[in-house]
């Protein structure tokens, strides 16, 4: 039974939660700034990939119900004009199912700090994204190698805020850490991302946001079978999401997402067509 089949009934729940819960008095108390909470993403999409799903190797039937979901913990603090994220990447088949290799090694930590500052009456927003992620399973001698398959990224990006739907343009530079291990390599790989987005009020305490975006990658560290980079547009994609701000601090959101794979350099990854993918994401968050 999967989750993503009762996105619409949960959304409209939280619609009810916003109504009977809402607080303007509790929403309107002086925080701190720090956020936690913990958000499951029913499959784990990243630039074109089912990363634990179909592209996993799990199964090549892609009428099977195989996508595999992770869930992210996280922490966050937010000072001046930057936002520290501190967040786990769980496979949800470490919890409850039969986890396979990729899901056994790549749960790691990442720390995120994000910031933005507005410019002209706030009609551009200059952003700025820098983040590490830490992956303790690559140190060890089962991993394969011994190296550290840690990664970095830079990310700024702008957006013209008071353009209708807001289009921002990022540009992230991602690579991996070198350490001291012999014969490792920094790679650099580059992803841009044109996006499109719009937030609408539904009731007092939910907002329905809609977004829209296309990307294209360059990812040299990812080789084709004929030693070439793969480059092309990764992902195009669309989402809905609802937030709901109920008493106490507490938060709850739910999204439907869609992207669309279009380049063969991306979709035949592994060997047989993955264009189409579709998840869900549920969260919760309590501030203070």
Known sequence: MRISKFFM???????????????????????????????????????????????AGVTKDLNADSTRGVFFPWLGYAFSDFYLYIGGEVAEALIGDEPNDLEKDWNGI??????SKGILDDSIKLGIKLSYFYYPRSRKDDWGNGNA?????????ITFAKLPLSPKLLVSWYGRIEEQFDGQETMKDTYFQLSFGESIELVKGASLYLGAWGSYFYYASYETAEGDPRQGFSDIGAMAKISVSASAGVSFSASYNFAYTPDKDFYEANGYEDKYHNWTTFGVTYSI
Not at 17 to 35: H, M
Not at 110 to 115: A, E, N, P, R
Request: aromatic fraction near 20%; charge should be negative; charged fraction near 15%.
């Open 9 to 55: 009934l949960f959304s409209l729940a939280l619609m009810i939660t916003a109504q009977s819960v809402y607080s303007p008095a509790a929403s309107a108390q002086e925080k701190i700034g720090l956020d936690m909470g913990i958000t499951y993403q029913s499959d784990y999409f990243w630039r074109g990939f089912s990363f634990y799903g179909y592209s």
């Open 110 to 115: 990442d720390f995120i700090l994000t910031g």
């Open 149 to 157: 398959n840690d990664f970095y990224e830079v990310a700024p990006s």
